[in-house]
């Protein structure tokens, strides 16, 4: 009984020679050629244009980035001639291609001429518009067209011609989700909780409740505690209330400003509800 095995098409093949050959060519004009790992969808590889250094030793990398479609084999070869050739292209490939905001060129590996081949595509659906239609072809000059080294300053022209890929030009809105605070309160108010409500009476409190702080038996809080709109007026003895400036209470020591910044977030947090947004 045969082993079963794996075969590896005519096609498959030809793309890889293709896609060898790209690699050359570009390590040949010393610039950085970065293959698509994964399943492409109208993109093979990417080539890094990168300049000679000045003292001669190596290059030095632009970040200009070339994306490159490749096709390879008789298929991508139609209407040969001596000078010329046509190579069909997909219409979601060309659609995809418009889109994108780098220069994209269309390499084909001719395997009767062993040559590459190549178009700076966008540039080319801008000036022949019927490509944009059925059949969808791209036409190849044997002469003018080859994709070897002597390529390397029209691919840098290329580059340089490139918008950038983010735009500083284009401006934008911001809206922000700071809120200003104006100026600070003025007073606070200091009041005793009753002896018999002190043991978990924030559990049992209902209604409005206003930011407050509690040590000691003592409310502290921005707001008068015997509002009895306010459900601290069930809880405090109205009697013992304290009003002092808020210099005054934060000079007491540095957790008071701590408890102030936890009584003005709460103030803020209680305008957020009432206007119906959530907060983090």
Not at 247 to 254: D, N
Request: proline share 6%; with cysteine; glycine share 8%.
């Amino acid at each position: 009984m045969n082993a079963p095995v794996k075969i590896v098409a005519k096609s498959k093949l030809s793309e890889w020679r293709g896609l060898d050959r790209i690699n050359l060519v570009v390590h040949g004009m010393k610039c950085i050629w970065r293959e698509q790992e994964k399943d492409d969808v109208g993109i093979d590889g990417e080539i890094e244009l990168c300049r000679p250094r000045v003292d001669g030793d190596g290059a030095v990398a632009t970040g200009r980035i070339v994306k490159v479609q490749s096709k390879s084999g008789t298929s991508f070869v139609i209407r040969d001639t001596e000078t010329s050739f046509a190579s069909p292209m997909f219409e979601k490939d060309i659609l995809y291609w418009r889109g994108v905001n780098v220069p994209v060129i269309y390499v084909v590996f001719h395997p009767d001429d062993d040559a590459l081949y190549w178009k700076d595509v966008q540039a080319y659906l801008r000036d022949n518009p019927n490509a944009l239609r059925a059949p969808h072809r791209i036409e190849f000059s044997k002469a003018d067209d080859r994709f070897d080294e002597a390529a390397y300053p029209a691919l840098l022209a290329l580059c340089e011609g490139a918008p950038e890929r983010v735009s500083t030009e284009v401006g934008e809105t911001l809206f922000t989700n700071l809120l200003r605070i104006e100026r600070r309160p003025e007073k606070v108010w200091i009041a005793p909780v009753v002896p018999q409500k002190q043991f978990g009476f924030h559990d049992r409190l209902t209604g409005i409740i206003p930011p407050y702080v509690y040590k000691g038996g003592l409310l502290h809080t921005l707001s008068d505690p015997s509002d009895r709109n306010t459900a601290l007026a069930s809880v405090i003895d109205a009697g013992g209330i304290e009003q002092i400036d808020l210099e005054e209470w934060i000079s007491q020591g540095p957790e008071y400003e701590n408890d102030l910044a936890r009584l003005m977030n709460g103030l803020i947090h209680r305008h957020l509800r009432g206007i119906g947004l959530s907060y983090a």
